[in-house]
């Protein structure tokens, strides 16, 4: 595992005189929180490094569209090690929404380094977001549907809209003229001439 990092065993917190800077002078209150951003550090410093090489290399997410008996579900099947760090890691979304503010979450996203991992944290957190500031209150759920997402229970996904690609829009298909294009390079090929 040595290999894979410079930064890989070391503590994202403690390595990184900028990032307290930048703490400290934007959040004051910020060093109470140092002890919790230090174990933050160590542990995206060497069990995230390993986990999400693992989830890279040898079980990404895999898209499941259907149900055993054809209907459609659109369901992501995570690996094991993937679970398990957001798992760990889903706290990180709910600091705006306990009165510990924003940079708080940030500093512990940027900690986190991953950007598969810190992309669906995100995604979750700005579902809550969502509905926390602009859900109607005649949502059947809404507020179990918040503290679920801010847990770790349900997670937040580009998947439902980009079922063949999400964030990896060289997958994603259009149709143009009746003629499937099936990556958006050409597309974007095409139009340049």
């Given amino acids: 595992m040595e290999s894979i990092s410079y930064a890989y065993g070391t503590n994202h917190f403690d390595n990184d005189r900028e990032l307290q800077a ?5 959040w004051p209150a910020s060093q109470e929180q140092w002890p919790r951003l230090q174990e933050f550090g160590a542990w995206a410093g060497r069990d995230v490094y390993e986990a999400c090489y693992h989830i890279d290399h040898d079980a990404p997410p895999v898209l499941v ?14 690996s094991p090690s ?4 957001l798992s760990q890691s889903a706290w990180i979304t ?13 500093a512990l996203l940027y900690l986190l380094g991953d950007p598969g991992i810190g992309c669906i944290l995100t ?20 507020d179990a ?14 998947w439902m809209t980009e079922s063949q690609g ?12 009746g003629c499937l294009i099936s990556r ?10």
């Fill in 82 to 85: 993937e679970r398990s760090v």
């Fill in 184 to 193: 958006c390079m050409r597309v974007v090929l095409n139009m340049s001439h």
């Fill in 166 to 177: 999400g964030s990896d829009l060289g997958a994603n298909e259009t149709r143009a003229n």
């Fill in 123 to 142: 995604i979750t957190g700005q579902t809550a977001y969502a509905l926390h500031k602009y859900g109607d209150d005649s949502i059947p759920g809404k």
């Fill in 94 to 106: 709910s600091p705006p929404y306990q009165h510990q503010g924003w940079p708080f979450h940030y």
């Fill in 145 to 158: 549907i918040i503290s679920h997402l801010l847990s770790g229970a349900a997670w937040g996904a580009t």
């Fill in 65 to 78: 569209a259907h149900d055993l008996d054809g209907r459609r579900i659109d369901r992501v099947r995570l």
């Fill in 22 to 26: 930048v703490l400290r002078h934007f």
